[in-house]
């Protein structure tokens, strides 16, 4: 058994006080770590400490250490490169050539940060003749992170990072299932003894008592979130009272809209990897496949084709095509979407099964391509997360935009075509916060990334990002001071 992964509040990791609770590895089903369950005590304890060390530490006026502190911390994750994700791909199941790159992204990230965090500039207008108006960028407060267990450690940097950029203090609350990988990401700054006591804080638990005290504590700034739509819906009722500042990135439906003068072999390709990426476990994940009518009976062999390929197995093995899901029961989800298909109006093209032998013992399945033409279908309405994907097709450019915007999401889509005109054309038309052309997830620390409608509110990465943890006062002085 591994190490516990415990609570961190005011400079010190904090014994187990409440009961320890264990992660399963999902490719065996054997224990891969354990957690202490934390209380609303903890997260009380946190905020306060996190409140103490915004309001009487340095933190929010020095931007070069903060700068630093950043950097040193991008060198100690890299050096930890292979330890965080070998412990990734035991927590979480995914393929190690995932987790690497997820760290190397969390680096990156790091990185650009700590530049961010020395170019806070704001502006100084002459109002009139002798008074000046200043406008100040200045952080804004207790940040309350909410990581999952999909990419724990991506997640985890890309809002703490501009959170401590901005000069926030953070209170971070890792999913359970990852919580060592959270907190093995987290020692790069605590470790840090420049950092101040309270700045940052983690506390685990894997029911909903800490959110709870979190969402509800008028002394937290803001919140930022990354998960489904329902729970996002149900922060933000928690968080009315207070009117708690949010950053949400909730669940995403991703359209991929396939047009006949593609290049077919190399659209399959890019769209399986889209789709599959984290087993389908990622909200900006390919999830429906639009196809013109002219190409659909092609491109639809040959992607199932490509799909039958796909082998699930351990992430540590580099014979895996696809990992595991995060655990049994979300398996058998899958399995009973798939299964249930036919009364959901879909037709199933490739039924993804669960494979037998020592893989039964984890959480594998292989990947599913069900056909659907009505868009009522729960099949294209709701987010599935995991290896599903829908296609369907469409008759010309104005229908494949109307059935692309017809679910409630809007968090990311790609279009795939050999015409720029086209692309640029349809792109500007998909209500998504993300469109990429001839490609799938490409995220970079330096691009905003974010959503619209039930995919949420708020942008992550780049300069925007920072936005979120900063609030703007504007400071006028009359020419008689």
């Known amino acids: ?128 003749p002798g008074c000046f108006s200043t406008l100040h960028r200045e952080a804004a407060g207790v940040a309350v992170i909410i990581v999952p267990w999909n990419a724990p450690v991506t997640l985890l940097v890309r809002s703490l990072g501009p959170a401590l950029a901005a000069g926030c203090t953070v209170v971070v609350k890792p999913a359970h299932q990852t919580a060592l990988v959270s907190n093995l990401v987290l020692e790069t700054v605590l470790c840090d003894p420049r950092v101040p006591a309270g700045v940052v804080n983690t506390v685990t638990e894997s029911g909903a008592e800490v959110a709870r005290a979190l969402c509800e504590s008028p002394d937290v700034g803001v919140i930022s979130f990354t998960g489904s739509t329902a729970v996002g819906k149900a922060i933000a009722r928690a968080t009315a009272g207070n009117l708690t500042r949010l950053s949400l990135e909730l669940g995403g439906k991703a359209a991929g809209v396939v047009f006949g003068d593609c290049d077919i072999a190399a659209t399959v390709r890019g769209m399986l990897a889209g789709g599959l990426i984290l087993s389908g476990q990622q909200c900006t994940a390919l999830a429906r496949v639009l196809v013109h009518e002219s190409v659909y009976d092609r491109f639809a062999a040959e992607l199932a084709q490509a799909m039958r390929r796909v082998q699930p197995g351990p992430g540590m093995d580099p014979a895996s095509g696809m990992g595991p899901l995060i655990d049994v029961a979300n398996r058998e989800r899958i399995r009973a979407l798939v299964e249930g298909a036919p009364g959901a109006s879909g037709k199933v093209l490739v039924h993804g099964e669960v494979p037998g032998g020592a893989l039964a013992r984890g959480a594998f399945i292989a990947p599913s391509l069900i056909a659907v033409d009505d868009l009522a279908s729960p099949l294209v309405q709701n987010e599935l997360f995991g290896p599903v994907m829908v296609i369907e097709r469409f008759k010309d450019e104005d229908d494949a935009v109307m059935r692309a915007n017809a679910t409630r999401y809007g968090l990311a889509a790609s279009v795939w075509t050999g015409d720029a005109g086209k692309a640029r054309r349809v792109a500007s038309r998909l209500r998504s916060g993300s469109v990429w052309i001839n490609a799938h997830n490409k995220l970079f620390a330096e691009i905003e990334t974010g959503g619209e409608r039930d995919s949420g509110y708020g942008r992550l990465h780049g300069v925007e990002g920072m936005n979120d943890f900063l609030v703007t006062k504007h400071v006028y002085q009359s020419h008689i001071a």
């Open 1 to 128: 058994m591994t190490k516990v992964a415990q609570h961190y509040i005011d400079g010190a990791w904090v014994p187990a006080r409440g009961a320890i609770g264990t992660t399963l590895n999902p490719a065996t089903g054997e224990p891969a770590g354990e957690f202490v369950e934390g209380t609303a005590a903890d997260a009380q304890a946190a905020i306060a400490a996190a409140d103490r060390a915004f309001h009487a530490t340095s933190w929010k006026h020095d931007a070069r250490l903060r700068s630093e502190v950043l950097l040193a911390a991008a060198t100690r994750l890299e050096e930890r490169r292979e330890q965080v994700a070998h412990l990734l791909v035991a927590q979480n199941g995914k393929l190690l050539r995932e987790a690497l790159g997820e760290v190397g992204a969390a680096i990156s990230e790091l990185r650009y940060y700590a530049g961010l965090a020395r170019n806070l500039f704001g502006r100084v207008v002459e109002i009139e």
